[in-house]
């Protein structure tokens, strides 16, 4: 049952995020969880805000004798991404998540659990609720919709807040305090054409369909190696278009522009008598994708179907067009850095493959700690896609958070740490888009730094956050609290 999460320790922190998962509140419709903490302020009688934007502001003075400490301002953003199995029917406008305890770890019946951000928004809660905390002048900051275009953080203005320190909730490692974390853009690519309507007569219609991938996190999991189901399906369909007279007539692969993407679907048509062998073919591409992912993707699931046949095809140079360019197209890991080792520096995310009324749409993500690298594979990107005839648009660009060792809070932190749990903490830079970076662009001498609770597979039905890294960050908190 979701309500055993109630009696989790510490507890106050585990009743907020249990309120939170019953409020729909995946990015872009965050009006009611905006609501909820506005609400939840004035309850406690805390000065409490909304600007232009929606962000939510609560402030809590400080305890007698410290207010002449530095202001901290705790941030968390309110939405969260909405994924889930395809065997599970669930409605993310209207459904609260179905969340439950499976040992040491909290998760999700089959769709993301929302502890990406919403664990950050329940530690903001509890600080700002418990009255037994030693601590000066404090400010918790909640933005709206950071999955997706980060328009809270950007919609700050520079008058709003009144903190010293930056207490970012949204790192997803305890044991490890962040520092940096790289910068983002969005590449829109898109095909226009006139429909085919001519079908070679004896041809049939097949959808094939590629499930079963882990997806998961464009920064956070991005190293780990894992299948793209739009690279995977292109690179079948390459084969079946050259040597088995296929034609491609619609493929929808991945949905949000920061997962990588776990499943695609594609109608194609064949002539009929090449049907026993495009089963082969199938078959033999799922066990030679299950070799080549062994230890990495445990469930690739490739399989074939006759269904019924469309009235239209994808023009045959735009379909080779396409075909060509999602193979040429980089993605994953692109480089490496060399000051943070282990960090990725520069990435790509092949997101979004989608046929729709005459439009072929494509959505890639590019991370980069370095802007001119960033600018770089976005450039190399767009010949690709350029030289296939596509329409390429470059969004929602936003700079990274540029590391400072030197951190008051940082030196804070690392020996709070240690004189909690007897051991250091690792300083990291996120690959991972923070708002730290565009909220340092609003207040530049804010003092900032990362943390959070172990939370695996973000942006996937896997994801989970470890219950006891849960207390050791709220223990964190409080006593770097007391000691600011």
């Keep these: ?13 585990w009743n907020y995020f249990y309120e939170l998962t019953q409020i729909p509140r995946p990015t872009g419709h965050t009006s009611a969880v905006a609501h909820f903490v506005a609400e939840f302020g004035k309850k406690l009688g805390l000065e ?15 305890t007698p004798g410290r207010e002449n400490r530095k202001t901290v301002t705790l941030q968390a953003h309110l939405d969260m991404v909405p994924q889930k199995n395809s065997s599970i029917k669930h409605d993310f406008l209207t459904d609260p998540i179905d969340a439950y305890v499976d040992g040491e770890w909290v998760k999700a019946r089959e769709t993301t659990l929302g502890a990406d951000n919403g664990i950050g928004v329940a530690l903001a809660m509890a600080v700002l609720a418990d009255n037994t905390l030693e ?58 054409f006139k429909e ?34 739009n690279k995977l399906m292109f690179r079948f369909l390459k084969e079946a278009v050259c040597d088995y007279g296929a034609r491609l007539s619609a493929i929808e692969g991945g949905n949000l522009r920061n997962a990588i993407p776990r499943e695609a679907v594609a109608v194609i048509t064949i ?29 690739i699931c490739f399989s074939a179907e006759m269904t019924d046949l469309p009235t239209t ?9 396409l075909i060509n360019a999602i193979e040429g197209c980089q993605n994953g890991v692109i480089t490496m850095l060399h000051d943070f080792p282990g960090t ?19 959505k890639l993500l590019i991370r980069s700690s370095s802007e001119s ?13 350029a030289m296939a005839g596509a329409k390429v648009e470059e969004t929602g660009g936003y700079n990274g958070w540029q590391p400072n060792i030197d951190s008051p809070i940082l030196g804070l932190m690392k020996q709070t740490y240690h004189e909690l749990f007897g051991v250091d903490p690792e300083v990291k830079v996120m690959h991972a888009g923070l708002e730290c970076g565009i909220i340092q662009g609003a207040y530049p001498d804010m003092d900032m730094i990362s943390i959070g609770p172990d939370l695996e597979h973000p942006h996937s039905p896997d994801e989970r956050v470890r219950i006891v890294s849960v207390q050791h960050t709220w223990e964190l908190i409080k006593r770097t609290l007391e000691k600011i």
């Design 1 to 13: 049952m979701s309500a055993e999460i109630k009696e989790l320790s510490p507890k106050a922190v």
């Design 344 to 362: 990725v520096e520069s990435s790509s995310n092949l997101a979004i493959v989608k046929t729709s009324n005459e439009l072929i749409e494509i």
């Design 196 to 229: 085919d309507t001519y079908i070679p007569e004896g041809d049939v219609a097949v959808k094939l369909n590629l499930t079963g991938l882990k997806g998961g996190h464009s920064g956070v999991d991005i190293h780990l190696g894992r299948a793209n189901a």
């Design 271 to 299: 002539p009929g008598d090449n049907v026993e062998a495009l089963w082969e073919l199938v078959s033999d591409y799922q066990d030679m994708y299950r070799v080549e992912y062994a230890g990495i993707e445990d469930n």
């Design 313 to 321: 095809l994808i023009p045959e140079e735009i379909q080779d067009d």
């Design 48 to 62: 409490t805000q909304i600007d232009k934007t929606g962000n939510v502001l609560i402030r809590k003075p400080a």
């Design 373 to 385: 690298r960033k600018d770089a594979l976005c450039s190399s990107l767009e010949s690709i896609f």
């Design 135 to 192: 601590h000066g002048p404090i400010e918790a900051l909640f933005t709206l919709d950071e999955e997706e275009g980060m328009d809270g953080a950007f919609g700050l203005k520079p008058e709003f807040l009144k903190g010293d320190i930056l207490l970012n909730c949204d790192s997803e490692k305890e044991g490890e305090l962040f520092v940096g974390c790289a910068g983002g853009a969005d590449m829109n690519i898109s095909f226009q």
